[in-house]
């Protein structure tokens, strides 16, 4: 059994989602209840902020889901379909894949998205963060996607792939075993990470045609 599973935001829809933006909105939201993060020279990323919330200040994670669901409403509400990304759900789905959707985002906003933009009969299996317990690049969405696909995303299965924009995608495809498919991802971030995709796409529509070479 094959399976290909996609990432949703940059990968298969644009959207305005500023994910730094999100992180100054919860920083500023924990630093006024009085909550202090360690100093870094680097920025605090979305996950870390939840996951910094959960194990200090739990009473406040509600207020960060919601500020994270209202930036993700409107983004969605604006969002486009990437070129190309219709054709490559349509034509994994024609090769025999099956195909799954694995997001951060919530599971309300993402299935409205796909339905209003022609996508949600492509998918076999829709995991949001409403069905995982942890966020990626945690691979516990994974999990979700395996028990749906009856173990056809059993790790080091060969005909098995992740999709995705990002440096997150590659590590949780990583973290499960899973080949990794870049698309128009950042050489730096893939550098910084240590990601080494299985391949590098700047056009989704001719994904069908990678995995039908790539399986034979």
């Given at each position: 059994?094959?399976?290909?599973?996609?990432?949703?935001?940059?990968?298969?829809?644009?959207?305005?989602?500023?994910?730094?933006?999100m992180?100054?909105?919860?920083?500023?939201?924990?630093?006024?209840?009085?909550?202090?993060?360690?100093?870094?020279?680097?920025?605090?990323r979305?996950?870390?902020?939840?996951?910094?919330?959960?194990?200090?200040?739990?009473?406040?994670?509600?207020?960060?889901?919601?500020?994270?669901?209202?930036?993700?409403?409107?983004?969605?509400?604006?969002?486009?379909?990437?070129?190309?990304?219709?054709?490559?759900?349509?034509?994994?789905?024609?090769?025999?894949?099956?195909?799954?959707?694995?997001?951060?985002?919530?599971?309300?906003?993402?299935?409205?998205?796909?339905?209003?933009?022609?996508l949600?009969?492509?998918?076999?299996?829709?995991?949001?963060?409403?069905?995982?317990?942890?966020l990626?690049?945690h691979?516990?969405?994974?999990?979700?996607?395996?028990?749906?696909?009856?173990?056809?995303?059993?790790?080091?299965?060969?005909?098995?792939?992740?999709?995705?924009?990002?440096?997150?995608?590659?590590?949780?495809?990583?973290?499960?075993?899973?080949?990794?498919?870049?698309?128009?991802?950042?050489?730096?971030?893939?550098?910084?990470?240590?990601?080494?995709?299985?391949?590098?796409?700047?056009?989704?529509a001719?994904?069908?045609?990678?995995?039908?070479?790539?399986?034979?």
């Amino acid at each position: 059994m094959r399976l290909c599973a996609f990432d949703l935001d940059h990968t298969l829809v644009r959207t305005p989602l500023d994910l730094a933006a999100m992180a100054a909105d919860m920083r500023a939201h924990l630093e006024g209840a009085g909550v202090c993060l360690p100093p870094r020279d680097e920025r605090y990323r979305v996950g870390e902020l939840l996951r910094f919330c959960k194990d200090t200040a739990p009473t406040l994670e509600a207020a960060l889901w919601a500020l994270a669901l209202e930036r993700e409403q409107r983004a969605m509400d604006e969002a486009t379909l990437e070129p190309g990304a219709g054709s490559a759900v349509a034509g994994a789905r024609r090769l025999g894949f099956v195909t799954a959707l694995w997001t951060n985002n919530a599971g309300a906003v993402t299935r409205a998205a796909l339905a209003r933009l022609g996508l949600a009969d492509h998918f076999d299996v829709v995991v949001t963060r409403d069905e995982m317990r942890e966020l990626k690049p945690h691979p516990d969405g994974w999990r979700v996607i395996a028990a749906h696909a009856n173990g056809a995303a059993r790790m080091g299965q060969p005909a098995v792939y992740m999709v995705g924009d990002s440096w997150v995608d590659g590590l949780a495809a990583a973290a499960v075993g899973v080949p990794f498919i870049a698309y128009r991802a950042m050489p730096a971030d893939l550098a910084r990470w240590k990601i080494d995709p299985i391949a590098t796409l700047t056009d989704l529509a001719v994904l069908p045609t990678w995995l039908a070479a790539a399986e034979g």
